[in-house]
Nanobody
Framework: QVQLVESGGGLVQPGGSLRLSCAAS????????MGWFRQAPGKAREFVAA????????YYADSVKGRFTISRDNAKNTVYLQMNSLKPEDTAVYYC????????????????WGQGTQVTVSS
């Protein structure tokens, strides 16, 4: 089992920045690909970003490319999502996900999920 706990959400003005963190515990963190998804009210959950176990490759949804950056620190068992130039349409609950393969993470089929952290972009 892998337990995932997200933090760092909050209220931010359009154009602002936030950094989300996802702390993992349980099994060896460095064995897992990690990712972020989000779900806005009334909408389906959507893929945001993913990173391979080594951090060597990253993947992004077109809607966040150039604005969001995913990274990981295997020594701290933590994955991050740096969000810049935030827009009101980025408002959602953001979820962290983990799986043995990055493909399962990017397609939403990850084995492990966190409880989510709310991000609200509003003036």
């Amino acid at each position: 089992q892998v337990q995932l706990v997200e933090s760092g959400g909050g209220l931010v003005q359009p154009g602002g920045s936030l950094r989300l963190s996802c702390a993992a515990s349980g099994r060896t963190f460095s064995n897992y690909a990690m990712g972020w998804f989000r779900q806005a009210p009334g909408k389906a959950r959507e893929f945001v970003a993913a990173i391979t176990w080594s951090g060597g490759r990253t993947y992004y949804a077109d809607s966040v490319k150039g604005r969001f950056t995913i990274s990981r620190d295997n020594a701290k068992n933590t994955v991050y999502l740096q969000m810049n130039s935030l827009k009101p349409e980025d408002t959602a609950v953001y979820y962290c996900a983990a799986d043995g393969t990055v493909r399962m993470v990017t397609t939403g089929g990850a084995d492990y999920w966190g409880q989510g952290t709310q991000v609200t972009v509003s003036s």
